[in-house]
């Protein structure tokens, strides 16, 4: 496993940086470390699934797909893997350098150790026994890139205002007071989006907090070079009975039945038939 790095320092914020278009700047996956198996994705209904077996122990693989180095903030059930807070993008997190790949392993407990990720019952996962349960079922990160030196020019000098300082002042005073109208009906047709969601099926498992395990980091320097991240990328999970049970993963067939031909059926070679 390569290197860890982890970031203790404060959030420094210059200007927005978007994401490279077409790919995203991180891939994130989950293992299960008990299978060996990277766990199949099913997109579905704008979310992507992942089948977890209760029990098993999977780690977070994150794979850096540019040449610059980048911050991953991670959550696990809604909290912050590396400080144990309920998740926000301005945390700590892991410092990856240029096409770097690290596995994630757990919660993490010091410099030194974790505390694996595994699978569990919902009530036994450990965003629900810190009491934060509303999240449970998504791992999740934001993705940083690095500030760059920037050579700064001031403005030109104006003696002037220039004109229609009068006009613009009223069209600022105007959308001021349409903005409130805005947001109401927008949290009114958001609230009728969700009132429209049908009814889903209670979260099955969680993220415990299993065994620790010699995981060691170290600390490094990175400032932001943007208040919001430059990706956000989720993946939910439950057990694949309660995905099938809700129509994102078929059932499998029935021993010894295909549903098509097969490449390389069982068997040997027979005679063929005589005429």
């Not at 945390?91 to 030194?112: D, F, N």
């Not at 694996?116 to 999240?135: C, E, I, K, W």
């Not at 020019?153 to 007071?177: I, Q, V």
Request: hydrophobic residues 40%.
């Amino acid at each position: 496993m390569l290197r860890q790095a982890l970031l203790l320092t404060a959030l420094l914020a210059t200007t927005g940086c978007p994401a490279a278009w077409g790919r995203s700047l991180v891939d994130v996956d989950l293992v299960d470390r008990d299978s060996g198996q990277w766990l199949p994705e099913t997109p579905y209904r704008g979310d992507i699934w992942v089948p977890g077996i209760p029990g098993h122990r999977y780690s977070v693989r994150l794979t850096n797909q540019s040449a610059e180095r980048v911050l991953v903030v991670l959550s696990v059930d809604g909290v912050n893997a590396v400080t144990g807070q309920t998740a926000d993008p301005s945390q700590a997190g892991y410092v990856l350098e240029p096409w770097q790949s690290t596995e994630i392993a757990g919660w993490r407990k010091s410099m030194e150790d974790v505390a694996q990720f595994v699978f569990t019952d919902l009530p036994d996962s450990y965003a629900a026994r810190t009491g934060r349960p509303r999240n449970v079922g998504v791992v999740g990160v934001a993705v940083y890139r690095e500030a760059r030196p920037v050579a700064y020019s001031p403005p030109p000098y104006r003696p002037y205002a220039p004109y229609g300082r009068e006009d613009d002042s009223a069209a600022r005073a105007e959308s001021k007071a349409a903005a409130p109208a805005a947001q109401g009906n927008a949290r009114g047709v958001a609230e009728a989006a969700d009132a429209a969601q049908p009814g889903a099926m209670p979260q099955q498992i969680g993220t415990g907090h299993g065994a620790r395990e010699w995981s060691p980091v170290g600390h490094t320097q990175f400032v932001r070079a943007s208040r919001s991240p430059a990706q956000v990328t989720q993946l939910r999970y439950d057990d694949a009975d309660t995905l099938v049970a809700m129509g994102i993963l078929r059932r499998p067939p029935a021993y010894g039945w295909r549903e098509g031909p097969e490449a390389f059926p069982t068997g040997f070679v027979p005679d063929p038939p005589r005429w």
